[in-house]
């Protein structure tokens, strides 16, 4: 059991457990510690210590309370904005703590009758702390740095925030080991010389943080995903705007306003849509149809002709197909009075024509881009005439608007062409169908 003991005390005081003479070395720290606490000087050195202590914490009081106060008064007059950055990340703050340590560093060989191991053991503690000190303001001066990145116009191009934290992540492993061989006083050189042989443990603990930097360094160089994009990412029920791009995750906001994590290498896994193309063209897609009752087609009557001639939007349309059909018939169709013989206009045409110009008109569509009204192959719903058009607004809001009222105006306006919506029929038809057969059995025949 003292054999034990010794060898703790010397490990403590920093002797070498494997030298031959470890056990003696031990017993004599041992020895010597006692002798220490047990003579008055001890009075003196604990005394001493614990003024040391006092005037560490005074420092610390007056650094975090008088100091860095002062600091920020300072710099909220200063027209720059990265030294708010660096207070509102607690950089100084965290600084200050350097202070105290920093005097008992400097005050432990003035303290009378301390031991000389005794003082080495806590000067490493020191050092130790130091060190973690330095590690957490260097973490806080990171985060400073991507606060004042992410308010340049570029940076929603190219974050920088996966990167610092792989700075960050590297500076900590570096600081573990510089705190383990301060307090171990061991060369560092040792602890970094057998990561060699840890690297498939560390290959393994950081696989994902490896492939999300790598994810990370591929979006970016290739300008895949940006702060603000609307993308769609349905594996993982993502659909709404990118708020953070990091080293180990994207977190997407959806339009309900939950929050979706995903994993960053998973963006070179699987496909995603990013919307921001139809944000810089400057234009929203319709791709929506009208489907007409195929029973309700039919060419039109010189009166129907003369009147959608007096419609503005189909004035000149109307003047230029009569003018067109006049000059086909009178020179293919000898005999005009069958309907087959000749070509004529009809209301689906017409209708098709109405809404090309009211389109076209229409404040709310983007001439520049894709402009189109065709049909599509008849089916059992009917004649689906679809448009295919972009609005110049792509706000949401703006552009269900525009939908709305550009769909509200064709549906009023297909039966002043003859013409009927297809509609599937619905309880109430079937039901008003049901009592004209009972009204037509009563009758008497």
């Not at 010389?193 to 990370?216: E, I, P, Y």
């Not at 977190?251 to 995603?272: A, G, Y």
């Amino acid at each position: 059991m003292n054999v034990v003991v010794c060898s703790a005390v010397g490990w403590l005081f920093g002797s070498d457990p494997a030298s031959p003479t470890a056990a003696a070395e031990a017993a004599a720290d041992s020895a010597t510690a006692v002798t220490w606490f047990g003579t008055p000087p001890t009075i003196t050195a604990l005394a001493g210590l614990a003024l040391l202590g006092l005037v560490a914490w005074l420092a610390l009081i007056v650094a975090q309370r008088l100091i860095v106060p002062m600091l920020a008064a300072l710099t909220e007059r200063t027209p720059a904005g990265w030294d708010e950055i660096l207070f509102d990340r607690v950089v100084f703050h965290r600084l200050s703590w350097a202070v105290p340590l920093l005097l008992i560093a400097q005050g432990l060989p003035l303290v009378p009758n301390l031991s000389t191991d005794l003082e080495q053991f806590l000067g490493r503690f020191v050092s130790a702390s130091l060190i973690l000190v330095m590690l957490r303001a260097f973490a806080a001066f990171l985060a400073a740095v991507n606060e004042l990145y992410s308010r340049l116009p570029r940076a929603k191009e190219r974050p920088i925030k996966g990167y610092l934290q792989v700075v960050s992540i590297i500076a900590h492993l570096a600081g573990i080991i510089l705190i383990v061989a301060t307090l171990m006083q061991k060369d560092p050189l040792f602890f970094f010389s057998g990561l060699g042989a840890m690297t498939a443990v560390l290959l393994l603990v950081f696989r994902d943080s490896l492939l999300s930097l790598v994810a990370g360094i591929q979006i970016t160089s290739n300008d895949l995903i940006r702060v603000g994009d609307w993308i769609e990412m349905p594996q993982f029920n993502a659909d709404g705007d990118v708020i953070d791009i990091a080293l180990n995750s994207v977190r997407v906001q959806n339009w309900d306003k939950t929050i979706t994590v995903i994993p960053t290498h998973k963006f070179l896994e699987n496909s995603f849509k990013n919307w921001r193309g139809m944000h810089e063209s400057g234009g929203r897609r319709i791709k929506r149809a009208v489907h007409i009752d195929i029973g309700t087609i039919r060419f039109l009557t010189d009166e129907e002709i003369e009147r959608f001639g007096r419609f503005v939007l189909l004035e000149e349309y109307i003047a230029r197909k009569k003018a067109e059909l006049e000059e086909y018939n009178r020179i293919h169709c000898p005999d005009p009075s069958f309907v087959a013989n000749a070509r004529r206009l009809t209301n689906v045409g017409t209708l098709r024509a109405y809404i090309i110009n009211y389109l076209r008109q229409h404040p709310g569509i983007n001439k520049d881009l894709t402009f189109l009204v065709r049909q599509l192959p008849p089916g059992p719903e009917g004649l689906p005439i679809k448009i295919y058009v972009f609005t110049s607004d792509t706000r949401w809001a703006v552009y269900e608007g525009i939908q709305a009222d550009i769909f509200d105006h064709i549906l009023a306006i297909v039966p002043e062409f003859g013409l009927r919506v297809y509609q599937k029929p619905a309880g109430s038809d079937v039901a008003a169908l049901g009592r004209a057969l009972d009204v037509e059995r009563l009758q008497p025949a």
